[in-house]
Every structure is written in C-alpha cells, then in structure tokens.
C-alpha cells in the first residue's frame, strides 16, 4: 500500500493567515489558494477588493504548482520560450497556468500541496507564497 503525505486544513491555515497579514502589511489585496498534494483546493481566501477574475487564477496556480511539482513561472517560462518550450496542452489540462505565484510546498523532494496567490505582480505573488510555504513548514 502506498501512503502519500500532504498538508492538512492546518498547514493551510497557517498559510492563510501569514499571507493575508503580510498582504495588509503592503495595503495590498489578492487572492490565496492552498491545495493538497493533488491540486485539490484546501483553503481559499478572496480579500474585499480582489479582482474577480484572481479567484479562478489563484486556484488554477495551486493546482498547477502541486500537480506539476514546480513553480507556475517556471512553466509559464518553459511554454513562452521557442526555443525549448512547449504548448500548455502539453499537461493535458485546461487548469494549467504560466503565470507566476504558484509555490510547491517541497519536503525532500516529495511535493506536499502548493500555495498560490493572486492579484499582484508575478513577482510578488512568488514573494508572498513563499512566505505562506513558510508558515507551514516552520
């Protein structure tokens, strides 16, 4: 029997809320999603003001970020570059997304769930999941 190890409501929480206080810090809002280590949504926040369109894109980077076990840039990078790229299709799902600020949550290799957020900069999205990847693995 196989056994498959992957963040709980818990971890998403703590996620959440160190997301969400850093994101008042900066008088920023955006769109934050956890999901398990299948890309299904654990948690999920929408901060008053936040773009409708986030919701789905946050979502979309989470599940991206755990299925593919890599950082949603990185596959944004890979599909804009014509040099060694390749089609979104590539995945097999219309649910991927190149766009930056989907986060694995890595544990020795082994890819427990991801942290998205939305409705920032790539940049800053990347910067404020990370913070989130953070919390739950302190």
Same mark, same amino acid.
């Given at each position: %029997?196989?056994?498959?190890? $992957? #963040?709980?409501?818990?971890?998403a929480?703590?996620?959440?809320? *160190? &997301?969400v =206080?850093?994101?008042? @810090? @900066?008088?920023? #809002?955006?769109? #934050?999603a *956890?999901a398990?280590?299948?890309?299904?949504?654990?948690?999920?926040?929408? %901060?008053?003001?936040? +773009?409708?369109?986030?919701? $789905?894109? =946050?979502?979309?980077?989470a599940? $991206?970020? =755990?299925?593919? /076990?890599k +950082?949603?840039r990185? #596959?944004?990078?890979? &599909?804009r570059? =014509?040099?060694?790229?390749?089609?979104?299709?590539?995945?097999?799902?219309p @649910?991927?997304? /190149?766009?930056?600020? /989907? %986060? +694995?949550v890595? *544990?020795?290799?082994?890819?427990?769930?991801?942290v !998205? *957020?939305? /409705?920032l900069s790539?940049d800053?999205?990347?910067? &404020?999941a990370?913070m989130?990847?953070a919390?739950?693995? !302190?």
């Open positions: %029997m196989q056994q498959q190890r $992957t #963040i709980d409501y818990a971890d929480q703590k996620a959440l809320t *160190v &997301i =206080a850093e994101l008042q @810090r @900066r008088n920023a #809002i955006g769109v #934050i *956890v398990d280590n299948h890309g299904e949504l654990i948690a999920f926040a929408r %901060m008053d003001g936040a +773009p409708f369109q986030s919701i $789905t894109i =946050a979502i979309n980077k599940f $991206t970020a =755990a299925r593919a /076990g +950082p949603t990185e #596959i944004g990078k890979k &599909i570059s =014509a040099d060694q790229g390749f089609d979104i299709s590539y995945y097999g799902d @649910r991927f997304i /190149g766009w930056g600020g /989907g %986060m +694995p890595l *544990v020795a290799g082994e890819c427990l769930g991801a !998205a *957020v939305s /409705g790539e800053e999205d990347a910067e &404020i990370s989130g990847i919390a739950i693995l !302190a």
